[in-house]
């Protein structure tokens, strides 16, 4: 194990790869270098693997699946993975500090990037020990005469899982916990950015746990081919991802050779439609804290606020005011809640989306550059634009960072509309006075998931997906957990 630490906090991860049971280094020994966002140094390396690494790690796992028993115990895969659960718990305070180097996350708010997921580990595995794998649906009626019918629930076979580096640690968890407990084997793919967050799952599941060598695999590289490598392999039977649209599309024609089912969480532009009867000195706070809090790096926030017209300039002077007293700053400081972007590409990314915007006629209304008093680091200053064209660039791209776009509408109808002018349909919001009218507003809104005066749709409990092209498939709730099984139909003698 690999463990560099500063007067800062800052913590390098676990520089090996985890293939077929064992913690590796590449097969030509090659390294690539992590920075940390909010002082730009490098804090570490970690192993840059290859196509070829890939291939072993997908021979590894076919050959667990097929060969082992993982697929068939239940109760064992409940073991192995209520000692994970175990093994994060103990580790978390590592894990937090890994967390925040690798992504500049504030620690303010990890908690839902730590506690949370490793909470998840419990909740699947103990799911899968309750859940129902032969349903005996009864007797059906048929033209050769009656016949008995049983459901099977069986895995899908080898899961590849590609990972962003916005909330590694919880997305690392969420696409290959409730694979593994539903009888699947896993590779691990992380992003570059993050690699140690799944290297560190990989060196925990050698170190702690009964997982068998290939059930579960971890591949850190620098080289986006190796991701395209797992994509195509016929030997894996779905890939399940969260990124970008654009990569969720170069999956999908990967995958569609070997027709692999893909399980996709893509981008999103989502839309908070704030009504003329809404309550201004709560929701646009909440709107404000919603785009800064992970420095704007979520596919899920409200990054377009539609505001009525008759309230329009009410609406923009609580906003302003929300995000200029947003705390941002050194992410290992007690209270900030805005850090860094992940680097200095997605920086570069964020501040040309804002010229872009105001190019197009939208106004500055606060922010757009980079915080005076923060010279180090990927810092965006949080920034709203007003007067946004909802045909424009910045109103119709993921910006992901901490920037608001705000359009006039006049009518209930016109805003639901606009917040329909979008490729993407994977969240939004409604603000309103009246409970009814909002939900008759969320009902219209083309999206997978809405939250109504600031109630969150999100949860272990609930199933979570987008719409359009945010996404295939759904995460979390009893249909996450199916998406990683086969149902078989069975047909028998009374």
């Known amino acids: 194990m690999t463990a560099v630490q500063d007067d800062s906090g800052v913590l390098a991860g676990e520089e090996r790869m ?194 068998p060598a290939g059930v579960f695999n971890v ?97 923009l002077a609580v906003l302003k005011a929300s995000m200029e007293n947003f705390p941002m700053g050194d992410p290992w400081t007690p209270g900030n809640m805005q850090g860094p972007q992940i680097s200095e590409t997605q920086r570069r990314k964020v501040l040309s989306l804002i010229a872009s915007g105001l190019n197009a006629g939208a106004r500055l209304v606060t922010g757009g550059g980079v915080p005076e008093h923060l010279p180090t680091g990927y810092y965006v200053q949080p920034t709203l634009l007003a007067d946004v064209d909802p045909d424009s660039q910045v109103a119709q791209e993921e910006i992901f960072g901490p920037v608001l776009t705000v359009t006039p509408y006049d009518t209930d109808d016109e805003a639901v509309a606009i917040a329909n002018n979008s490729i993407y349909g994977l969240s939004g919001e409604v603000s309103s006075a009246d409970l009814d009218r909002a939900m008759a507003v969320a009902i219209r809104m083309r999206t997978g998931n809405v939250s109504i005066n600031g109630k969150s749709h999100f949860g272990i409990d609930s199933p979570f997906g987008g719409t359009r092209q945010s996404g295939l498939g759904y995460r979390n709730g009893p249909q996450g957990f199916t998406e990683y099984l086969h149902i078989k139909t069975i047909g028998m003698p009374e």
């Open 18 to 211: 985890f293939i077929d049971g064992e913690l590796v280094t590449t097969g030509n020994g090659a390294t690539f270098e992590v920075v940390h966002p909010a002082t730009e140094q490098v804090a570490g390396t970690a192993a840059d693997g290859t196509v070829e690494d890939m291939e072993r790690a997908v021979g590894a796992a076919r050959r667990a699946f097929d060969a082992g028993d993982w697929a068939h115990d239940v109760d064992f895969r409940h073991h192995c993975l209520m000692q994970l659960h175990a093994a994060l718990e103990a580790e978390k305070e590592r894990l937090r500090r890994i967390l925040i180097t690798e992504v500049g996350c504030p620690v303010t708010v990890t908690g839902s990037q730590i506690e949370s997921p490793i909470a998840e580990v419990k909740h699947w595995a103990d799911h899968g020990r309750r859940f129902e794998y032969l349903v005996d649906t009864g007797l059906h009626d048929t033209p050769l005469g009656p016949a008995r019918r049983k459901l099977h629930y069986e895995p899908i076979g080898v899961v590849g899982a590609i990972t962003p580096w916005n909330v590694p640690l919880y997305l690392n968890i969420a696409e290959t916990i409730p694979a593994l407990m539903a009888g699947n084997t896993v590779v691990l793919k992380p992003a570059q950015l993050t690699p140690w967050s799944g290297s560190e799952l990989g060196r925990i599941v050698a170190e702690h746990t009964d997982i």
């Open 219 to 315: 591949v850190t590289s620098n080289a986006n081919e190796v991701g395209a490598a797992l994509s195509a392999d016929p030997r894996v039977d779905m890939i399940t991802f969260t990124g970008s649209t654009a990569t969720g599309r170069a999956i999908l024609a990967a995958a569609a050779p070997t027709v692999k089912k893909t399980l996709l969480e893509l981008g999103g532009k989502s839309a908070h439609i704030v009504l003329d009867d809404a309550d201004f000195n709560s929701a646009l706070p909440m709107a404000a804290m919603m785009a800064c809090v992970m420095s704007g790096q979520s596919c899920v926030l409200p990054s377009r606020i539609l505001l009525p017209r008759s309230r329009y300039d009410e609406g």
